[in-house]
């Protein structure tokens, strides 16, 4: 994950609570010598993920706020485990606090259900993509989080990647072959082009102009095979559209490639980890950086 995408984050995530007047309730009752420690506590198993992000919330806050990282990203943990331990002004640990959460939350639910994902169809040969349907400004964590469980990126953006949908189609009048040949005249030449189609029609039209990916758009079990059968190995296939956990095992048995599943970003629920801040005057534990 590249930092200075997640800075960008984090700036706007402390713009957003602190704004230019600062976390006032703190300026107003707590000291501004006093110190405080916090440790951040699983509350329910999970696959731990943004621990960079949450280091980088404090000493963006504060440079002097020490934070110890226990666990990795990618690694298991299970309740009442410490991930990671802060100590530093106590303000300061205030002000980071709910941002700091709202991050290691969200990405530790995209990396459990990822993981939940591919538990799902170990095994096979199927591998499970996310999409871009991720939360405003949080794409790189999320997707940096979809790897952390074991899944696979999709492309990151429209920018890295030529995914000819049914709105590109209709706006060369319907002609797959035009749209491919376009794509292959003006496009990058490295990339490769994946073809959404919605029958089989369409998906003979997608493989005799050459397209390297065909998307298999919300096609039931049945058409699904059918698709196999008629593609029969000459082009890697994506399945897309009402892929949800308990449908996975049933494409991993039709012979499909890849899945791309909008949920693991868009639905993932914020795992539940705690931060208990109190003042003390422990001496400050040794910073290291998270690594995932």
């Keep these: ?9 984090i700036a706007l995530s402390l713009d957003e609570d602190l704004g230019a ?81 709202n991050l290691v939350q969200r990405a530790a639910g995209i990396a459990t259900l990822a993981q939940q994902a591919m538990t799902s169809v170990r095994g096979s040969k199927l591998r499970v993509l996310d999409t871009r349907k991720t939360p405003p400004g949080m794409r790189g964590l999320a997707k940096h989080a979809v790897r952390m469980g074991g899944a696979s990126n999709h492309r990151f953006g429209l920018f890295d990647g030529i995914l000819i949908k049914d709105n590109h189609i209709a706006a060369v009048g319907g002609d797959i072959t035009e749209a ?46 059918e698709a196999v059968k008629l593609t029969a190995s000459r082009v890697p296939i994506e399945v897309s559209g009402g892929v949800t956990l308990d449908r996975l095992p049933r494409l991993a048995k039709l012979g499909v490639d890849f899945v791309s599943m909008g949920a693991l970003t868009h639905s ?23 690594q995932g």
């Excluded at 994950?1 to 984050?9: A, H, K, W």
């Design 1 to 9: 994950m590249q930092q200075d995408y997640l800075d960008r984050l």
């Design 180 to 225: 491919v040949r376009r794509a292959k005249l003006n496009g990058p030449r490295l990339v490769k082009i994946e073809v959404e189609v919605t029958n089989f029609k369409q998906l003979e039209e997608a493989i005799a102009a050459g397209a390297d990916v065909i998307m298999l758009d919300n096609m039931d079990d049945a058409q699904i095979r």
């Design 21 to 101: 007047a600062g976390d006032v309730t703190s300026l107003a009752v707590v000291p501004a010598d006093a110190e405080g420690s916090g440790e951040l506590v699983a509350k329910e198993q999970m696959i731990v993920a943004g621990l960079d992000a949450f280091v980088r919330v404090f000493h963006m806050v504060d440079a002097e706020v020490e934070v110890e990282v226990l666990k990795r990203d990618g690694e298991e943990i299970k309740p009442k485990v410490v991930a990671a331990r802060v100590h530093g002004k106590l303000r300061s640990l205030l002000a980071a606090e709910r941002t700091a959460l």
């Design 268 to 290: 993932a629920r914020a795992m539940d980890l705690s931060l208990e801040i109190a003042t003390t005057k422990k001496p400050a534990r040794k910073s290291r950086p998270a």
